[in-house]
């Protein structure tokens, strides 16, 4: 069974880091792509960053373009969200998923769905 288990959300003060990962299981880690969404509070599902598993480039949405990196360890199938300078409207559920990897990038649609990591950002 295809599996994704998101980590490493919690309490931040702005300007602060959290790293985020998304530790995978059940598929062929290198023909896919992982991204990350986030979710605030009564918003719709956000694009935040993706990668592909197999040739490692990135996509960045430009509300965190330079203050998040999207990164992936093959040997660990496991992808990482470093956040920095975080700022109050990074506060949401973020979700990693599974999508394809070819084709358009970024991806414009993931298929499998891990459960959200709350990352909350203080003023």
């Known amino acids: 069974d295809v599996q994704l288990q998101a980590s490493g959300g919690g309490l931040a003060q702005a300007g602060g880091s959290l790293r985020l990962s998304c530790a995978s299981s059940?598929?062929?880690?290198?023909?896919?792509?992982i991204g990350w969404f986030r979710q605030a509070p009564g918003n719709e599902r956000t694009y935040v960053a993706a990668?592909?598993?197999?040739?490692?480039?990135?996509y960045h949405a430009d509300s965190v373009k330079g203050r998040f990196t999207i990164s992936r360890d093959n040997a660990k199938n496991t992808v990482y969200l470093q956040m920095n300078n975080l700022k109050p409207e990074d506060t949401g559920v973020y979700y990693c998923?599974?999508?394809?990897?070819?084709?358009?990038?970024?991806?414009?649609?993931?298929?499998?769905w891990g459960q959200g990591t709350l990352v909350t950002v203080s003023s």
């Open positions: 998923a599974i999508g394809p990897g070819s084709g358009d990038f970024p991806p414009p649609r993931f298929d499998y």
């Open positions: 059940g598929f062929t880690f290198d023909d896919y792509a």
């Open positions: 990668t592909r598993m197999g040739s490692g480039i990135t």
